[in-house]
């Protein structure tokens, strides 16, 4: 891909290339293939330290694929994955693309609501969901067009003992897997006994066929399926793997992965790009749990870690963080929310690890840009273009704007989505002459490093995840004591930000107890709002539009 005028590429670290050959491979199914079968004796994954070999998840995604087919699942049909990390992530992931599948990841803590607007905009036809969220499937199941359910639980593929202690504890101590009641359900490990009856029939497909769709807010807060193609992903893929390659070893890494890979983040950094090195890959279920995320400092020599500032800045503020051994740690990466400087470097002074910021969105597969992760990135900047990517800021009429001027971000690139499932006109406004605009405000230096001034949508960045004043405002207005509400995000330590939700009553008995309860039955956790001002009224525009910057200034 011939790529124009890149100020930035005399100072690109040495090793990585400017551009990289995008068709070397026509689908993600052929480097899945490919891998599983060059890394056969490493280990692929470990969760709860039960490991599997890449030969392992060769066999059981091979069977898992087969059995999808053997349901009368065809090429092109959609297929939910909702659950935490686990074992059967991969193999449920493999597995469906190699069927020829289109898989759509899904948060496994969405509300009954939410879950409904995905299935059903997606067309959902099978899902494969861990059972502590069965009881919400059961809530919409019949609204949607799912015939196939695969259930599985935490433990499922820990061992008889381990496995079973776990699962006891979340089942019985923790409570964590309410009632439910679902018929013609198939257990993880029974699909995949039956699919070794079948053969599968590999579907690689074309380089522009979708096989992911991502949801994502966009530029609103109606959720829209970013299509990801075998060429974005395939992409994305070789680009991450290409600016990690001069500072890590094939074969010798072993990725510590706390972010779930349903988010798109971890989905390509560390379940596919990290394949490409041969690496293994450590996954922490609950990341909540810092615990549990250090136990894999201990059991393991971790030599990567990928994360968002709030894990980063948490893990330093528990005692016994410092303690751990970090030798063998080269690369930090951080994403999905901007690396705040004092936690850089707080983490380089702990660890002694540069961390990196990179950036990205849904739309994008997601990485677009990143600092080295060898120490020759700048903090306060989300650092460079990846190889056959191209960026560069834009005033308010799309026109490019020179070094050090502030505008808004565009990316074009490879890994930039097909376009917003069954949505032309909200392609349309975000998708111009192979341009992303992503709706943030930066700039660029004269040597090429990027920087995040601000956000041109009024979206709310909670812990890395993106949330959309609109669709809290349209959960609150159902509130039939809300005459007007107003949703903001307000700085938060912790979280980076947290929602905050200005309300005038059509009742005066509201009260903020019963809009926190109404709020946490139709949202996700990391959506309620944490803050509640009852107004007499909400400033307006002279057309009626409700002024949000007001509201954030105040």
């Known amino acids: ?121 997606s067309g959902v036809k099978a899902i494969v969901i861990a059972e502590n969220f069965a009881a919400n499937l059961e809530k919409i199941i019949g609204d949607t067009q799912i015939k196939t359910v695969i259930l599985t639980s935490v433990g499922e593929l820990l061992g008889t003992v381990k496995g079973g202690m776990i699962n006891l504890v979340v089942r019985k101590v923790k409570r964590g897997v309410p009632k439910y009641s679902l018929s013609n359900t198939v257990g993880f490990k029974e699909a995949m006994s039956q699919g070794k009856k079948f053969t599968l029939q590999r579907k690689q497909g074309s380089p522009n066929d979708t096989i992911l769709l991502q949801y994502t807010g966009g530029t609103t807060g109606v959720a829209k399926g970013a299509m990801l193609t075998n060429r974005n992903l395939v992409a994305n893929m070789l680009q991450i793997y290409h600016i990690m390659l001069p500072f890590l070893e094939k074969e010798k890494e072993t990725a510590l992965s706390p972010l779930p890979m349903y988010h798109i983040f971890s989905f390509t950094v560390n379940c596919l790009a990290m394949m490409m090195m041969g690496a293994k890959n450590v996954l922490v279920t609950n990341p909540r749990d810092l615990k549990s995320v250090m136990k894999e400092f201990q059991r393991y020599d971790i030599s990567l870690m990928t994360g968002v500032n709030t894990l980063f800045n948490a893990l330093l503020n528990h005692p016994d963080f410092e303690k751990l051994d970090f030798s063998h740690l080269k690369g930090s990466v951080g994403g999905g929310m901007a690396v705040q400087k004092p936690v850089a470097e707080k983490w380089e002074r702990v660890t002694g690890c540069f961390l990196a910021e990179g950036y990205g969105m849904t739309e994008s597969s997601p990485v677009a840009s990143c600092n080295p992760i060898n120490g020759q990135g700048r903090l ?41 499932y069954n949505r032309p006109e909200a392609t349309a406004k975000v998708l111009k002459d192979g341009w992303l605009s992503t709706g943030d405000i930066g700039m660029m230096s004269e040597d090429g490093f990027f920087q995040i001034v601000d956000r041109k949508k009024d979206m709310i960045l909670v812990s890395g995840f993106n949330v959309y004043p609109n669709e809290i405002e349209e959960v609150v207005a159902g509130h039939p004591k809300v005459l007007e509400v107003a949703a903001v995000g307000k700085p938060d330590e912790k979280s980076g930000e947290v929602v905050k939700i200005f309300v005038v009553k059509k009742d005066k008995s509201l009260s903020e107890d019963e809009i926190m309860a109404f709020c946490r039955e139709n949202l996700t956790g990391y959506k309620v709002p944490k803050a509640v001002e009852f107004r007499d009224d909400l400033p307006k525009t002279n057309v009626g539009k409700i002024l949000r910057r007001e509201l954030r200034e105040m």
Do not use: C
């Open 380 to 420: 306060g900047t989300i650092g460079m273009p990846v190889p056959s990517t191209e960026m560069r800021i834009v005033d308010d009429n799309g026109h490019p704007l020179s070094h050090g001027e502030v505008g808004e971000i565009q990316i074009k690139g490879p890994q930039v989505m097909k376009g917003y």
């Open 1 to 121: 891909m011939a790529v124009a005028h890149k100020p930035w590429l005399a100072n690109y670290p040495s090793g990585i290339p400017a551009n990289i050959d995008v068709d070397t491979y026509s689908s993600l199914v052929e480097i899945i293939d490919g891998n599983l079968k060059k890394y056969a004796n490493l280990v692929a994954f470990s969760n709860f330290g039960k490991e599997l070999k890449y030969k392992d998840i060769d066999k059981m995604s091979e069977a898992f694929g087969a059995y999808l087919q053997s349901r009368g699942l065809e090429p092109g049909d959609r297929v939910a994955l909702m659950m935490p990390n686990l074992l059967q992530y991969p193999i449920a992931l493999f597995g469906a693309l190699r069927a020829g599948l289109i898989v759509v990841n899904t948060n496994p803590l969405y509300t009954p609501r939410e879950m409904k607007h995905q299935f059903t905009d």
